[in-house]
């Protein structure tokens, strides 16, 4: 499918929410938002509540680097930039983005009675394609198993997905580790493994 380059506008405070969310989660901000509209359809998502544009005081200053105007000061909207398929709107991408930042929260959950409307085949099997992309995905981006288990930082620091040179806060590590266990914990609905939550386990322990 094609993709876009999409340029949505946002209070600066969202701004700064969703790429730290981004950032905590090792995750692009087209990733946050597609990850919403491959579990929910658009008309779903765009029923949410819209974040909405920066009122007129909201505006950030950046310096020019190219054309004529080169090393201008400029005030604008601020802004995030992100690249996914052409058929999304930045209001939909905003909206979604805001959901991803309420789930993370705990201020909103995706239940599967949620994604219902009526018990037509048609929505039966969307759903079911789309939870199937969804494992797919999840089993792609999931970590092998250690043979021996976690014995060094450079295992632990693999096993929640951090770069062996990398020296993470304990506050990235527990939410790290909260995360992973939603998807590894052998009740998740996705990946659910017992091997890869006590690696989990022991990751952090050993980080702590």
């Known amino acids: ?32 938002a597609q990850s919403v509209l491959l579990l929910m359809s658009q008309d779903q998502v765009g029923a949410l509540p819209d974040p909405g544009e920066p009122d007129l005081s909201d505006r950030e200053t950046v310096v020019l680097k190219s054309g004529p105007s ?13 690249r996914m398929n052409a058929d999304y709107t930045p209001p939909l ?7 991803m930042l309420a789930m993370n929260d705990n ?22 394609d789309k939870n199937m992309r969804l494992h797919n995905i999840v089993h792609a981006l999931s ?25 993470p806060p304990k506050r990235l590590v527990r939410e790290k580790f909260k995360m992973l266990a939603m998807i590894y914990h052998p009740d998740s609905p996705y990946a659910g493994d017992n091997t ?10 050993f980080l702590s």
Do not use: W
């Open 196 to 205: 890869r939550m006590a690696q989990l386990n022991e990751a952090v322990k």
């Open 70 to 82: 080169k090393g201008r000061k400029m005030r604008r909207k601020p802004r995030l930039q992100l």
């Open 143 to 167: 970590f092998t198993p250690l043979r021996n288990g976690v014995q060094t930082t450079q295992e632990a620091l693999y096993v929640l997905g951090f770069s062996p040179n990398e020296h």
């Open 93 to 99: 991408i905003r909206k979604a983005l805001g959901l």
């Open 1 to 32: 499918m094609a993709k876009k380059s999409y340029t949505v506008f946002c209070a600066s405070s969202f701004r700064d929410a969703v790429e730290q969310l981004a950032a905590n989660q090792n995750a692009s901000l087209a990733d946050l």
């Open 107 to 128: 201020r909103y959950q995706i239940k599967i009675e949620n994604m219902l409307v009526g018990n037509s085949e048609e929505k039966v099997k969307d759903l079911s």
